[in-house]
């Protein structure tokens, strides 16, 4: 099982994409995850990106493509499948996507309303030991771990208002070139239910 998941910032794309590879053996690729990583680990590419990531701005597409295609091209990510979250954002990503001959078998989208994105990405919280990611309200933390959670730097009102412009801009494109294979799910429910609805159209999609 080969999916992309689209959606705006904070739309749950990371918290659907856990539910699925946990059900489905698949390898999740978060592009904002694989980031991250490399600016805690403070490679050049680390750098580079964290400049762009702490504005809320896309990494440059050439760097974000080869970055995620050679993950979803190992071994281990052709012989399970993979989860693309966040991947890809502009139309080039896409085109690169289709250009590469990886197969894709749908494109699940997620819908929110903006005052729910606003919500959740104010309350969300991230365990810096686990990398699980939590939210006050919506999947409150085990009270032992409140006092080590941290705030994504790019979580202020500020930013999350420009990211969700610039996925607003960046997404018909997107929908427009992967077609018949776009799902859309309604993501402004409670997570269990956002899960059962992808199901539910994956399921029927046969
Ligand atoms: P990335 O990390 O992908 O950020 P994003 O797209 O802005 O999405 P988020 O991770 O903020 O949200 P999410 O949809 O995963 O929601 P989550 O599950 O956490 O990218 C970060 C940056 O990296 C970008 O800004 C860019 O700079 C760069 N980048 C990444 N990919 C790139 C690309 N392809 N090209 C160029 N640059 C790229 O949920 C959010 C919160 O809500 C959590 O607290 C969660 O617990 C809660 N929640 C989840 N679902 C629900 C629900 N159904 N109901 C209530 N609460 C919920
Ligand atoms: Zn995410």
């Keep these: ?3 992309i998941i689209v959606g705006p910032p904070g739309s749950g794309k ?9 059900d489905f053996h698949v390898m999740h690729l978060s592009g904002g995850e694989l980031l991250r990583e490399e600016v805690a680990k403070k490679t050049p590419l680390g750098s580079e990106a964290f400049e762009y990531m702490k504005q809320g701005k896309l990494i440059p597409d050439e760097t974000m493509v080869k970055l995620m295609l050679n993950k979803a091209t190992e071994p281990a990510a052709l012989q399970h499948g993979v989860l693309l979250d966040g991947f890809p954002r502009t ?6 996507i289709t250009a590469a001959g990886l197969r894709v078998d749908a494109v699940i989208v997620l819908d929110v ?4 994105l606003l919500e959740r990405s104010a309350g969300r ?15 409150p933390p085990p009270s032992q771990i409140v006092d080590r959670l941290v705030i994504r730097p790019d979580d202020t009102e500020e930013k999350q208002r420009f990211r969700m412009k610039i996925y607003k801009d960046q997404r018909d494109p997107l929908i427009v070139h992967f077609k018949d294979l776009v799902l859309t799910v309604n993501a402004d429910q409670p997570i269990p239910k956002v899960y059962a609805e992808f199901l539910f159209l ?3 999609r046969g």
């Design 1 to 3: 099982l080969n999916l």
């Design 14 to 22: 990371g918290t659907l994409c856990e539910n699925i590879s946990r």
């Design 91 to 96: 139309l080039k990503q896409a085109q690169a």
């Design 113 to 116: 309303s903006d005052a729910s």
């Design 125 to 139: 919280r991230v365990d810096p030991v686990t990398g699980e990611v939590y939210h006050l309200k919506f999947k």
């Design 202 to 204: 994956l399921k029927q």
